[in-house]
């Protein structure tokens, strides 16, 4: 999960938790019984980052107390409006564990079995109206980007009743609503969590970063959750960045003798910006070039810091949501920062959001 907040400064480094891997992982571990599982996402978490490299922005989950305080606060003011609702569904729980399996009958994610039983329960659900959309260009930062037209017909192929309520032993309790043993939805509570932070560092103006996969899957889910007190989440596509491929980085970085500071730049700074422009992925193909463009930006830095003139049309046009201006050299160079970027990871960057 990622967040820019236009001219808020740092920001905290977002991370979910509710998911029913972690579940799973849980219950596996030989510890289960003396850790508990919110304790083991915060070590989980701990370990993503070196020994006393904290961000500087902090770190927010889509559990943390503020997150769950304001998506009850929403969910509470979407049922007195009358968007949502608690009613009783038909749903499907697995025979021998008992978890939702969902509307329609299928094997079970938690523990693989075939078998289930109808079930009716009391749920929170949205029941869209016919021809609602759940996501449109404007809910897009971007500027003279192509329209994601394939993205908004995936993102519109959901049911029209909307279960946003799920089991699952790790997220945003729905007890206080009387929905004992259930937690929101987590492709809701991520966006309540982009929020959250928002409205911590006085954003107005945040923009959650995700992948057009993530994007389809999350986008129905949160298109109530976007909007809040005058504050409006967007997304910025961006394509997938390689990381994965830590021993090609390696070789490819040797091989053109790149510092180690200019080698956390590049991956920690330059490709994520280089990602909201190249939206459709930066492959493994693209990568010396891409290097070969960076050391070009490098050397073509100014001698004298560039004028806060300069800065402040760079910032006008993130703003703007127009980042083409990363593959232009002269530009590029000007918003170089000084000092490296350490992004705080004991390992490298994750290449999904």
Known sequence: ??????DAGPVPHLWNTVTLAGDL????????????????????????YAPGAAPAGGILTDTAPVVAALALEMTERLLLDGALAVVPTAVHLCAPCGHMTGAVAHACRACGHQGSRPHTRRLLVWDRPSGTPVLARDDFHAHRARTPGHLLTIAQNVPERLILSRT?????????LGLDGLVLDPRAGVHIAVLAAAARHSAGRPVMTVTENAAANVAAY?????????????????????????????????VHRVSPALRELFLAWFLPLCSLHLRAGITAAQLPGLLKFWRRAHLARPDTPP?????????????????????????LSQAIPEYPVT???????????
Do not use: N
Request: net charge positive.
């Open 1 to 6: 999960m990622h967040l820019l907040c236009l």
């Open 25 to 48: 992982r849980h219950r596996d571990a030989p510890d289960r019984d003396t850790v508990g599982r919110q304790e083991r996402e915060e070590r989980a978490i701990a370990a993503k």
């Open 168 to 176: 699952r032993d790790h997220g945003i309790s729905l007890a206080p």
């Open 222 to 254: 949160g298109a109530l959750f976007r909007r809040h007190k005058g504050t409006r989440l967007r997304y910025a596509l961006h394509g997938r960045i390689p990381y994965d491929d830590t021993a090609g980085l390696q070789r490819l970085c040797e």
């Open 307 to 331: 004028g806060s003139d300069v800065l402040a049309e760079l910032r006008r046009r993130v703003a703007a949501g127009d980042m083409r201006w990363v593959m232009d050299v002269q530009a």
């Open 343 to 353: 992004h705080g990871f004991a390992q490298e960057p994750e290449g999904a959001s």
